[in-house]
């Protein structure tokens, strides 16, 4: 059942996420999520509030579309984190490859001027590299990581990429940075 809070969360983020959070005014969420003034401050003290749960927001929805990769023990963890950037790739290519990722954005826009969306932001992308640790890891033990990787630095290695790839793929509007980045990934760093 989706709430008030969810709705204006959805309807807010894709605007935010075409738009970046600054440039998004709050009349354009709220008439976007066909609410008053103050069912916004009802659930948000501020737009900042609403950046926060914004963050939150994405991941959930994100973390809702690829559990089921992630959870199929049928294939090898190196098969499922591939299968999480081969969805990654599938959702731009929905979006013409011009978006780019909403945390990633909000990083670029917001992480190096407030301090709150900064804290918000890394734990984001640190939990994001503990995911992919405990997969890497469990490649490692299955005999399927190359021996000289270690998990963590790997799986900070691979986001630290993953970003770089999402924001030349703005630039190039296109899907070769995110190619590029599957290919060097999984048949050059991880073969």
Known sequence: MTTTRD?????????????GFTATGLQEILHAADVPK????????????????LVDHYQAWFAGQVRPILKD?????LERLAGFFLWFRGYFEQEGFIKGCPI???TQELGDVNPAFR????????GLIRFMTRLLAEAGTRGELPDHLEPEPTARYIL???????IRMKAAAGPEPLDTFQHMTFKVLLA
């Open 38 to 53: 103050g069912s916004f401050y009802f659930y948000f003290k501020s737009k900042e509030e609403f950046g926060l749960a």
């Open 160 to 166: 630290s990429a993953w970003q770089g790839a999402l």
């Open 7 to 19: 709705h204006i969360l959805a309807c807010g983020g894709r605007i935010v996420h075409h738009k």
């Open 119 to 126: 804290e918000k932001l890394n734990a984001s992308f640190d």
């Open 104 to 106: 990633g954005n909000l």
């Open 73 to 77: 023990e049928t294939l090898p963890p």
